[in-house]
């Protein structure tokens, strides 16, 4: 599966945005998304997660109650809605995709390009 994400930009603190990743082929439903970023001089982080159902998510700390991960299956598409921004978002957001749900960036096999988020104080 390819992974194409995008959405990223440049907003304020407080400030709302929602980045997408589209996939190709006729599969998508059959698997796993995750959000991963990763901001410059630091390891990539798990972000959010959903099951290939959306009937399970996951969510980091950090991001947790200000975060929405969303899937459509019909459009291959998965969905980060972030709100609350604060500077310390500020990264490349990278989807993922595998057959089972995890956190950890290993356990992905396909991964997308990245689509950057930037947020000014």
């Known amino acids: 599966v390819q992974l194409q994400a995008s959405g990223g930009g440049l907003v304020q603190a407080g400030d709302s945005l929602r980045i997408s990743c589209a996939a190709s082929?006729?599969?998508?439903?059959?698997?796993?998304m995750g959000w991963f970023r990763q901001a410059p001089g630091k390891e990539r982080e798990f972000v959010a997660a959903?099951?290939?159902?959306?009937?399970?998510?996951y969510y980091a700390d950090s991001v947790k109650g200000r975060f929405t991960i969303s899937r459509d299956n019909a459009k291959n598409t998965v969905y980060l809605q972030m709100n609350s921004l604060k500077p310390e978002d500020t990264a490349l957001y990278y989807c993922?995709?595998?057959?089972?749900?995890?956190?950890?960036?290993?356990?992905?096999?396909?991964w997308g390009q990245g689509t950057l988020v930037t947020v000014s104080s």
């Open positions: 993922a995709a595998d057959f089972s749900i995890a956190t950890i960036p290993a356990e992905y096999v396909y």
């Open positions: 082929g006729r599969t998508f439903s059959s698997y796993a």
């Open positions: 959903i099951s290939w159902s959306g009937g399970s998510t």
